[in-house]
């Protein structure tokens, strides 16, 4: 698939969008943010007891739906608490605990982890310009080009074919705030000023990875997925017919339309940031417990990554945007989720830090989407579930 036609890709399904539209610094940052989150540890046991029935009632419930759904699903479900599996669930053919999916906008939580590891080792600037990292500071006598650094132009970077609006940040671009446009194309509209969901933006950021880093982007996951022991996690390239032959535990993904047919997704270097990774689900579950365990980037950047930086409109309302993760705190129930559609597949996945939840739900089967409420009614239902009995907890400890 040529980046041609990725673009338009990355515009569309990746993520079910808008009704508008990660040193050796490390170690020591993850002791930080322990001692900062200590206190909340000793909330979660003096919780336990209460919310135990609760946790059971949430994984009778979600079991239920799932088995019980009207809609077809294929994939794999982990529910853990305090990283502890208390339901792991597999439908479909050919689907078990090892199965591997592609993870669609799930991906972007990796690409933003990655990021920030690369700010925590001084590799990175989250306020400097897209265009110093891809392409160095503005040089030369162009009065165009130095009237959008100083931000009095800004149609003058139409003129520069081989660079990107010069007001562009690496925040703007983790938060979807950035309204980048292909290279050389005028910007969208003023960075910084509204929330437009942007795959792009994240295909940017893996570029940026690579460039400060001296790796491929697929390279730094594997290493990444070394490091922190997530067997499962990678980063493949070609077709998925192409990559299930070398990785067997991929499953194939479906595509739902008259009728249910395998997919034609391609997997390129433009996609693997912004969707195109791959995982099983424990290693995705893994890979959130330690991240919100504060065991991948110091106390500071896991504060940027869970700040609501801005408002969104999304399938579920008063929903806010950090780096790589969706915020809401509806009912004073702090959740970071994230959502996933590509064709082929479909993910969730749910953290709630008060009780330290987390859910990952992995499928290979895209539900047609001519019906978006019913492509995502079980992906509602579950969070309702998981909300409703953990609401009903945290009013039991009044």
Same mark, same amino acid.
């Given at each position: 698939?040529?980046?041609?036609?990725?673009?338009?890709?990355?515009?569309?399904?990746?993520?079910?969008?808008?009704?508008?539209?990660?040193?050796?610094?490390?170690?020591?940052?993850?002791?930080?943010?322990?001692?900062?989150?200590?206190?909340?540890?000793?909330?979660?046991?003096?919780?336990?007891?209460?919310?135990?029935?609760?946790?059971?009632?949430?994984?009778?419930?979600?079991?239920?739906?799932?088995?019980?759904?009207?809609?077809?699903?294929?994939?794999?479900?982990?529910?853990?608490?305090?990283?502890?599996?208390?339901?792991?669930?597999?439908?479909?053919?050919?689907?078990?605990?090892?199965?591997?999916?592609?993870?669609?906008?799930?991906?972007?939580?990796?690409?933003?982890?990655?990021?920030?590891? *690369?700010?925590?080792? @001084?590799?990175? /600037?989250?306020?400097? +310009? =897209?265009?110093?990292? !891809?392409?160095?500071?503005?040089?030369? %006598?162009?009065?165009?080009?130095?009237?959008?650094?100083?931000?009095?132009?800004?149609?003058?970077? *139409?003129?520069?074919? @081989?660079?990107? /609006?010069?007001?562009? +940040? =690496?925040?703007?671009? !983790?938060?979807?705030?950035?309204?980048? %446009?292909?290279?050389?194309?005028?910007?969208?509209?003023?960075?910084?000023?509204?929330?437009?969901?942007?795959?792009?933006?994240?295909?940017?950021?893996?570029?940026?990875?690579?460039?400060?880093?001296?790796?491929?982007?697929?390279?730094?996951?594997?290493?990444?997925?070394?490091?922190?022991?997530?067997?499962?996690?990678?980063?493949?390239?070609?077709?998925?017919?192409?990559?299930?032959?070398?990785?067997?535990?991929?499953?194939?993904?479906?595509?739902?339309?008259?009728?249910?047919?395998?997919?034609?997704?391609?997997?390129?270097?433009?996609?693997?940031?912004?969707?195109?990774?791959?995982?099983?689900?424990?290693?995705?579950?893994?890979?959130?417990?330690?991240?919100?365990?504060?065991?991948?980037?110091?106390?500071?950047?896991?504060?940027?990554?869970?700040?609501?930086?801005?408002?969104?409109?999304?399938?579920?309302?008063?929903?806010?945007?950090?780096?790589?993760?969706?915020?809401?705190?509806?009912?004073?129930?702090?959740?970071?989720?994230?959502?996933?559609?590509?064709?082929?597949?479909?993910?969730?996945?749910?953290?709630?830090?008060?009780?330290?939840?987390?859910?990952?739900?992995?499928?290979?089967?895209?539900?047609?989407?001519?019906?978006?409420?019913?492509?995502?009614?079980?992906?509602?239902?579950?969070?309702?579930?998981?909300?409703?009995?953990?609401?009903?907890?945290?009013?039991?400890?009044?």
């Amino acid at each position: 698939m040529r980046l041609s036609v990725i673009s338009s890709l990355l515009t569309g399904l990746l993520l079910f969008p808008s009704a508008n539209s990660v040193g050796e610094s490390l170690e020591t940052g993850a002791e930080n943010i322990q001692s900062v989150q200590g206190s909340q540890s000793v909330k979660l046991e003096s919780q336990l007891p209460s919310s135990e029935s609760k946790l059971g009632e949430i994984k009778a419930s979600i079991q239920a739906a799932i088995m019980d759904s009207q809609q077809p699903f294929s994939g794999s479900v982990i529910l853990l608490e305090r990283g502890k599996p208390l339901l792991e669930l597999q439908k479909g053919e050919g689907i078990s605990k090892d199965s591997r999916f592609v993870m669609a906008s799930l991906s972007k939580q990796i690409t933003a982890t990655l990021i920030l590891q *690369a700010v925590d080792a @001084g590799k990175l /600037d989250l306020t400097q +310009t =897209l265009n110093h990292y !891809l392409v160095g500071d503005a040089k030369g %006598d162009n009065k165009a080009l130095k009237a959008v650094v100083a931000g009095t132009n800004s149609s003058a970077n *139409a003129l520069n074919p @081989g660079r990107y /609006d010069e007001r562009i +940040t =690496l925040h703007q671009l !983790l938060t979807h705030t950035s309204g980048v %446009d292909k290279l050389g194309k005028a910007n969208r509209f003023e960075p910084g000023s509204q929330f437009e969901y942007s795959n792009l933006g994240y295909s940017l950021l893996g570029q940026v990875l690579e460039k400060v880093n001296h790796q491929s982007f697929a390279e730094q996951v594997a290493q990444f997925a070394t490091r922190y022991q997530l067997n499962g996690l990678s980063a493949e390239l070609g077709s998925v017919a192409a990559i299930h032959t070398k990785v067997p535990s991929l499953a194939v993904g479906l595509q739902e339309s008259e009728v249910i047919a395998p997919s034609d997704l391609v997997l390129d270097e433009a996609l693997l940031p912004a969707g195109g990774l791959i995982a099983s689900a424990p290693a995705y579950a893994a890979f959130q417990q330690q991240l919100h365990a504060g065991k991948l980037l110091s106390a500071e950047s896991y504060q940027w990554m869970t700040t609501a930086h801005t408002e969104i409109q999304f399938l579920w309302p008063n929903m806010h945007y950090g780096y790589g993760v969706r915020i809401n705190k509806d009912d004073s129930l702090i959740e970071y989720s994230h959502t996933g559609y590509l064709t082929g597949y479909m993910s969730m996945t749910l953290h709630y830090p008060e009780f330290n939840v987390n859910l990952v739900m992995l499928e290979n089967l895209s539900l047609n989407l001519n019906d978006r409420a019913r492509v995502f009614e079980l992906h509602n239902q579950i969070r309702q579930i998981i909300r409703s009995q953990l609401l009903l907890a945290k009013a039991s400890n009044v």
